[in-house]
């Protein structure tokens, strides 16, 4: 069965600093996508960033970019210049058929 | 021009109760999924729907029942609503294919007192 797992329940960041967020999974298929899912204080589940497992090139967004590892079921986020708005919890997703979420990791900013 | 909604957005309820929850996607999406975040915030899929039929029926309890009347629609129904119930349920819908984001409702806080 797949998984995926954050190993970082909590983090912080000074505001303008750089953070990084892991995440590692577990699949015996070849072709799937990875996503970065936020959740803000409002509850609401937003869209951060995808990667397409057959891609090599890390996607991009703005100030959020991904490190993926294929070989090693790696997919960490890394949030540049980190703002007060990105104080949220952080979900690595992992999609063939379902989706199946990790247990998340809570970004804490420090102004 | 909400994509997808749930109605109730706060449901407070007692103990044996039945409640539902409705859910509907204006994205011409194809599978619709049921979502529990616990007090955690860890979210565990329930149920996925595509097309009306049941895809997906993860370890949960036969209290929970959902519902396609349409591709549009997923509605979930709790039978004799227990305190371990109460917890934040999303809605969620996607087109068929691992390259699509699920997107989401803004999810519905059920308390049972």
């Known amino acids: 069965a797949q998984t995926v797992t954050q190993s970082q329940p909590e983090m912080s960041v000074q505001e303008a600093e750089t953070v990084t967020l892991s995440c590692t999974y577990d699949?015996?298929?070849?072709?799937?996508?990875l996503f970065w899912y936020k959740q803000p204080p409002s509850r609401q589940m937003i869209l951060v960033i995808r990667q397409e497992a057959y891609k090599q090139q890390n996607a991009t967004e703005n100030r959020f970019s991904v490190n993926f590892q294929k070989a090693a079921k790696s997919f960490s986020l890394k949030i540049s210049d980190s703002q007060l708005g990105d104080a949220a919890m952080y979900f690595c997703a992992y999609n063939d058929d379902k989706i199946i979420f990790g247990k998340g990791t809570r970004l804490h900013i420090l102004p | 021009d909400t994509a997808v909604s749930q109605t109730p957005k706060y449901l407070v309820t007692q103990m044996g109760n039945d409640k539902s929850i409705k859910c509907e996607q204006n994205l011409g999406h194809d599978t619709m999924y049921w979502y529990k975040q616990d007090s955690k915030k860890f979210l565990k899929i329930m149920f996925s729907?595509?097309?009306?039929?049941?895809?997906i029926n993860e370890t949960v309890p036969n209290r929970f029942s959902p519902k396609s009347p349409d591709k549009a629609h997923l509605n979930l129904h709790i039978n004799s609503l227990e305190l371990g119930d109460s917890a934040v349920y999303f809605c969620?819908?996607?087109?068929?294919?691992?390259?699509?984001?699920?997107?989401f409702g803004q999810g519905t806080r059920l308390t049972v007192v």
């Open positions: 699949t015996s298929e070849s072709d799937y996508y």
């Open positions: 729907y595509n097309n009306k039929e049941l895809i």
């Open positions: 969620a819908s996607s087109q068929v294919g691992a390259d699509t984001e699920a997107f």
